[in-house]
Every structure is written in structure tokens, then in C-alpha cells.
């Protein structure tokens, strides 16, 4: 079983067993919010046990005692019980979800490969390129986008999936400059406890952060709840160590450079598909000393976005600065007294020296008289709290709504403030009017997760019922309407969840055939053989 920190992952749903929602918590739920969808109680399913799902053999034949025949050295673990193959099968996306707990159209690595260091990497490269075995590099497993499925070719006489979790760890920490090397394997709690020790933070929490690694954010091109401050983990990434079929790759350990282009940004958001990201060298923040937050309420999502513009475009970047529209705050807040209809704005502010209080202050006042100033309604505290307590556990009751026939998904885009508004309603249009075929059950929300000077990120969150046995297709026509809404209205396919398999037949048609052939370029240089994640950016 695979154990981190004592825990141990769900094979076949979010994050680890025992964090789940409990019966009492489902049943609440099923009477409430689930009556609201359309939920009755015979709808449930249970998932499918494992020993009910047929696994093919490995074709690779892994040794009952670890270990491949021809990868010769090898100091890690190789591993192929039924549990390993079945928790590297899928990642977490709705999609993944329905099929690992349906049991339905699954794809099982041969074996699971834990390097324990470079010198492995390199190995296994070798030993993949001689005997044409795909390699997929795996972090904690969290791609929403079939960034760490095993679904290659069948000109490949096999696939290992390279879980990277075996190399964690903080390497060094430079105070005075405020960086870490950090291994690429490591968690996102391990890392935050490491940096306290000494006084120091990462802050960088999407909402994977229990379960995702270092290396994971990094070869997505992530963003975490305090992007508005501190930027996506583009902007936190100072150099990078990286190991590909043709040796080490390593950045200078520079602020910045002028010289030629950036060699990190080539496998910053490269998803495997040029090398295995090993170490970082990551920018460091000193933890808050106090934490101030409070929400508004705002007649609609317009006037809500009005407020986010212009406290951004006023230079003032909040950690937290998230807006809900109606619908996802009609949700978020279900059966809680004294909150009224409309948009609902999360705002927060920190302060890390206690001699900047003064500063922050002085932000504070500023963007919460342009909240009013916008038409919003300072509300509660509590309704704050409220919010940031369910967050982290709603990827958790994606599981139950899936086992009760509901299919609950996000999509993520980026856009212009001038463009905003329209995207939103020309979204959830082409939404509604997609699951229409498949279900009389229908709900958008939407919400704003980051915000910049020049625009901003809309998160989407669609609901539906269809009938059993189409849930997987409804998924997946629904998921494409959005990205074609994306695209036909000048958006990108993904802010901070990376492309994948599943947005790859999209992604030239988003860049141009030009950046596609200096991507493929690039993929041929560090990786001739294709035996990196092959699939992501370019459909196989």
C-alpha cells in the first residue's frame, strides 16, 4: 500500500482513506444540496471493489522481488501488485473517477518504478529507449487533464509509470537569499513543515496541496490559493535540475538572466514530456504573523469583477482575493443562516512583519472602500471561514456525488478583464445548452481564483445527471463544449491545470503550428526515442 506520512491513497478517489466524508456528513448532504440535483437515495452505487476488476498481466514481467529483466542497477523500488497498478491507472479528473470506480475502460501501467535517485532515472531512460517502454512521470497522481494516464501506443512494448515520490525532501536552505533546493518528490505539508522549522514558508496551496508534489507543480504550471500575491509557481521557481534520455539538464542558480532564453521555462508546464524534474531551487516567504479576511456581497457576478479589477489595477494584491458568482455562493453557503443571495468576494490579507502593520493596513482600507465603492456589502466573518473550511474538502465529495450519479467537473481559463463578463455567459451558454442532451439536471458556477492587472482567471464548475451508463461520455462532451467556448472566445484551455491528454487535440489550435513545431523540436532534442509521457501536447 502506498503510505505517505502514515496515510494512505485512495486507488480509485481522492486523497486518503479515512479523510473522506463520513455516512452522517453523505446523508446531509443526499437531503440536501443532493435533493437540490436530484439525488435520490436508490441512485447510489458503491464503487467496485479492486479484486472485482480483471488486470491484465504486466507485459513487462517484473521479478517477484523488484526489478525488470534488462534494467540492469537499479537501486529503487519496482513494484506491480494489483494496488500499485490500479492507484497509477488514472489521475483524478471526473473522467479518471468514473472509470476507476466503475471499474470500466481502465489502462494499468506494467509496473510502478520508485528511482531513488538520478542515477535511476537515467537507467530506466536507458533501459526505456532500448527496449521501447514508455515512461510516464507521476507526482502525487492529482492530473485533471490525463496528464499521468498510461494510454500510449500500442508500438510500445509496455509502460512504467516513474513515481517520483521516493526523491523528496529539503536539500539546503539558503536564509539570507530566502531559497530551498527542494526534491521533486515532496509533498506539500512536508515541505511547509520543513521550511517552519526554520522560520520560513513556500505558501503554495492549490487545492491538490495534501496530495501533489513539488515536481507535479512544477511541470503543470500550477497555481496556488495565494497566486494574486505571490504568483503562480512559475514566478517561485529560481533553477531546476532535470534528467532526460540525452543526461542532466541543470539552470543557474541566478534571480535573472538575460542570457539567451530562459532554460527553465522549456520544462516549466512540459508534463513530463521532455524530463523528469528531480530538484528545485525555490523562492521562500516568511510566514504571516496575522491573517485579516472578510467577504462581500455583491448584487451579481459583474459588479463583483468590477471590485477585483480595481483593487488589482490599484496595486494592491491581496493573498486571497477570490470571487464567487451567484450560483457558486448559492452553493457554498446552502442552509446557512444570514447569507443573502449574490456574489460573494473572499478577501484576505496577511501581515508577515509586525512593523509593516501600518502597510497593510493602509491596503486593506483602500481595497475594502473599492469593494463598497463597487456596490459590495461587507458580510460576516463567519461566511468566510465557512467557505475556506469546505474547500479543501470538496474534491472529496466529488467521490460521493459520482457514486450517486452525478457527474461534477471544473474548467479553468484565463482572459482579459474587457472580455470577462462575455466569456462567463458565453461558457455556461454552451455548457447548459451541451448537457441538455444528456440530463434534465443542470448547474454552472463560476468563480475568479486569480487575479492580475490585465485580467484574470474564471473557474468554472458544471453539474449534471445522466444516465448511468453515459457518464463517462457526457463528461467528456460536456468538458469538450467548454474548451471550444474557450477557444472561440479568445481564452486559454487551461490557467494552471496543464494540458495533458485529454486538452492535447486542442492545444495547436490555442498556440499555432509554429510553437507546436518548436515544441516538437524541442521533444525530439531532449527525447528522441518519445519515450517520455507520450500523448501530452500531441495526440498519439
Known amino acids: 500500500m502506498a ?204 487545492q491538490s496541496y495534501a496530495c501533489s508534489t513539488v515536481g507535479g507543480w512544477i511541470a503543470t504550471r500550477a497555481g496556488g490559493h495565494f497566486a494574486t500575491l505571490h504568483g503562480k509557481i512559475d514566478t517561485a521557481v529560481e533553477a531546476l535540475r532535470v534528467v532526460t534520455p540525452r543526461g542532466r539538464v541543470e539552470t543557474r542558480e541566478v534571480p535573472q538572466s538575460a542570457s539567451g532564453p530562459d532554460g527553465k521555462a522549456w520544462f516549466i508546464g512540459s508534463e513530463g514530456a521532455l524530463g523528469v524534474i528531480t530538484e528545485a531551487v525555490l523562492r521562500l516567504q516568511v510566514p504571516p504573523v496575522r491573517k485579516r479576511a472578510t467577504g462581500f456581497r455583491f448584487v451579481g457576478f459583474a459588479e463583483g469583477l468590477e471590485a477585483v479589477r480595481r483593487i488589482v489595477q490599484a496595486g494592491i494584491y491581496p493573498p486571497v482575493l477570490r470571487l464567487l458568482d451567484e ?94 463578463v462575455a466569456l462567463r455567459e458565453a461558457v455556461r451558454e454552451a455548457l447548459f445548452r451541451r448537457m441538455e442532451r444528456w440530463s434534465a439536471v443542470a448547474m454552472v458556477l463560476c468563480r475568479v481564483t486569480h487575479a492580475y492587472p490585465d485580467g484574470c482567471s474564471l473557474y468554472f464548475t458544471f453539474v449534471l445527471k445522466p444516465p448511468r451508463e453515459a457518464m463517462w461520455a457526457a463528461w467528456r462532451d460536456v468538458q469538450q463544449a467548454g474548451l471550444e467556448a474557450f477557444l472561440a472566445h479568445g481564452a486559454t484551455l487551461s490557467h494552471h491545470h496543464g494540458t495533458g491528454r485529454d486538452f492535447a487535440p486542442f492545444f495547436e489550435r490555442e498556440h499555432g503550428p509554429g510553437h507546436v513545431a518548436a515544441l516538437r523540436a524541442l521533444k525530439a532534442a531532449f527525447d528522441p526515442a518519445g519515450v517520455l509521457n507520450p500523448g501530452v501536447f500531441f495526440p498519439t
Open 327 to 420: 450560483y457558486e455562493a448559492m452553493v457554498a453557503f446552502w442552509g446557512r443562516a444570514g447569507m443573502e443571495p449574490g456574489a460573494f468576494l473572499h478577501l484576505g490579507f496577511e501581515v508577515t512583519d509586525p512593523d509593516g502593520e501600518r502597510a497593510v493596513t493602509v491596503a486593506w482600507e483602500e481595497a475594502t472602500r473599492l469593494c463598497r465603492a463597487a456596490g459590495g456589502r461587507e458580510v460576516p466573518p463567519a461566511g468566510v471561514q465557512a467557505w475556506r473550511e469546505g474547500f479543501v474538502q470538496q474534491p472529496y465529495w466529488r467521490d460521493v456525488m459520482i457514486d450517486h450519479g452525478l457527474v461534477v467537473d471544473t474548467l479553468e481559463t484565463a482572459t482579459a478583464w474587457s472580455r470577462a
Open 3 to 206: 503510505s505517505w506520512a502514515g496515510k494512505v491513497r485512495h486507488w480509485n478517489g481522492w486523497g486518503y482513506a479515512g479523510e473522506e466524508p463520513g455516512p452522517e456528513a453523505v446523508e446531509r448532504w443526499r437531503r440536501s444540496l443532493g435533493a437540490l440535483a436530484g439525488v435520490r437515495p436508490e441512485d447510489y452505487r458503491p464503487p467496485v471493489p479492486l479484486e472485482q476488476i480483471p488486470l491484465p498481466p504486466s507485459r513487462l514481467e517484473p521479478g517477484s522481488a523488484g526489478g525488470l529483466p534488462g534494467l540492469a542497477g537499479f537501486r529503487g523500488r519496482i513494484v506491480a501488485t494489483p494496488y500499485e497498478r490500479a492507484l497509477h491507472a488514472a489521475g483524478r479528473s471526473t473522467g479518471d473517477l468514473i472509470r476507476l470506480r466503475t471499474g470500466t475502460n481502465l489502462r494499468f501501467p506494467d509496473a510502478v518504478a520508485y528511482p531513488a535517485d538520478e542515477d535511476d532515472l537515467l537507467r530506466l531512460l536507458e533501459y526505456a529507449e532500448r527496449r521501447r517502454v514508455a515512461l510516464i512521470p507521476t507526482g502525487g497522481g492529482s492530473s485533471v487533464v490525463g496528464g499521468v494516464e498510461p494510454d500510449v501506443p500500442p508500438t510500445y512494448t509496455g509502460v512504467v509509470s516513474v513515481d517520483l515520490r521516493d526523491l523528496e525532501g529539503v536539500v539546503a536552505i539558503d536564509r539570507t537569499s530566502r531559497r530551498a533546493r527542494v526534491r521533486a518528490g515532496t509533498l506539500g505539508p512536508d515541505l511547509e513543515d520543513a521550511l517552519r522549522r526554520e522560520g520560513l514558508a513556500f505558501r503554495f496551496y492549490p
